[in-house]
C-alpha cells in the first residue's frame, strides 16, 4: 500500500511479488494439510478441500502464476541487467 499510495513507480512489481509469493505459498500449505488428511483431504466433508481448491484458484485469478513469474523476470532483467554484453574476439 505504501508504494501505492505514494506513486512509487515499482507498485505494480511490489504488487505482482506479493501476489505470486502468497499464493505459491498459500498452495503449499494447502497441498499438505491435504496429505496429511489423506484421503479425507479431498472429501467435500473437510474443510481442507475447500481450502486447497481456493489455494489453487489464487494461482489462476488476476494472471497465472506463470504469467507474473515472467513479469517479474522481465522486471529483474530491465532493472539488474548490466546491458549487452561484450562479444569475445
Known amino acids: 500500500g505504501e508504494l501505492l499510495a505514494h506513486r512509487h513507480v515499482d507498485a505494480v512489481h511490489a504488487t505482482n511479488m506479493a501476489k505470486y509469493f502468497s499464493s505459491v505459498v498459500a498452495e503449499r500449505a494447502a497441498s499438505s494439510a491435504v496429505q496429511v488428511f489423506g484421503a479425507n483431504g479431498c472429501w467435500e ?20 502464476n506463470e504469467m507474473q513469474q515472467m513479469l517479474l523476470a522481465d522486471h529483474a532483467l530491465k532493472t539488474f541487467s548490466a546491458g549487452p554484453t561484450p562479444t569475445p574476439h
Open 45 to 64: 466433508g473437510y474443510p481442507v478441500e475447500r481450502l486447497y481448491r481456493e489455494a489453487k484458484i489464487l494461482q489462476i485469478i488476476e494472471g497465472t
